[in-house]
């Protein structure tokens, strides 16, 4: 198989309607993000991506133009999930017959598989509010299903087997994540650590599809 062929098929796997995140990289240190849609390509031609709203985003809308090197990223979704990343640039804004951007076919296609029950070691920190404590601590790994929280047991932790916890990440470059809820599945106690396994809810099934893409591509 040609890397053409390769980009091909890994570009096949994202379906029409499928949600995107797209990075652009301005310079060094400015880079812009932002979710849409993928709505189609042509192979070895152009990729076609839904035109955001840019009525409230002076900035967005100022730095969307032709040569603008860009990163997109996907979840696919099926019987084992895979994260799709490549890094393209954008050829031109088109407004008919619907707001669309085109992108360029990348040269290449980053593809990670996404089991169910893999577990991807992390060290992001965490904070969550207890009664009236603050209890900092660490994620030690995390799948699309629930994750390993770590913390020190010179904190006031006081949950249980069943309880309910929300917590945030602290590290800069993931501070959009917040308010991710869980149900604690399993508390394990060390000489100086809680070992804390936390089932995921439903509602915030989005946001770790999206923390899982960031944790395996950025």
């Known amino acids: 198989m040609t890397s053409e062929e ?8 994202l379906t029409s309607g499928s949600t995107i995140i797209v990075e652009l990289s301005l310079y060094s240190t400015k880079k812009i993000k932002f979710k849409t849609v993928f709505i189609g ?20 809308a100022a730095n969307l133009k032709q040569g603008v090197a860009c990163t997109i990223r996907s979840l696919v979704e099926g019987k084992e999930g895979a ?15 619907a707001k669309m951007l085109v992108l360029n076919i990348p040269t290449k296609v980053a593809l990670q598989n996404l089991r169910k029950r893999t577990r ?3 060290q992001l920190n ?7 404590h603050t209890v900092k601590g660490v994620i030690v790994n ?6 390993l929280l770590s913390i020190p047991k010179d904190q006031p932790f006081d ?19 917040k308010s991710i809820k869980g ?10 650590f809680y070992k804390v396994g936390v089932k995921f809810q439903d509602e915030t099934s989005e946001l770790i599809k999206e923390l899982l893409i960031k944790i395996l591509i950025c």
């Open 41 to 60: 390509f042509l192979p070895n031609q152009f990729i076609l991506i839904q035109l955001p709203n840019l009525s409230q985003n002076t900035e967005l």
């Open 159 to 177: 949950k249980a087997e069943g309880d309910s916890i929300c917590y945030s990440i602290l590290d800069k470059s993931f501070e959009g994540f």
């Open 83 to 97: 994260v799709v990343a490549f890094i393209t640039s954008i050829e031109r804004l088109v407004n008919i017959p």
């Open 126 to 132: 965490f904070e969550t509010m207890l009664k009236e």
């Open 183 to 192: 149900e604690i599945c399993n508390i394990r106690a060390t000489s100086k």
């Open 120 to 122: 991807i070691e992390t």
């Open 6 to 13: 390769e980009v091909t098929k890994s570009i096949s796997m």
């Open 142 to 147: 995390i799948s699309i299903d629930g994750c």
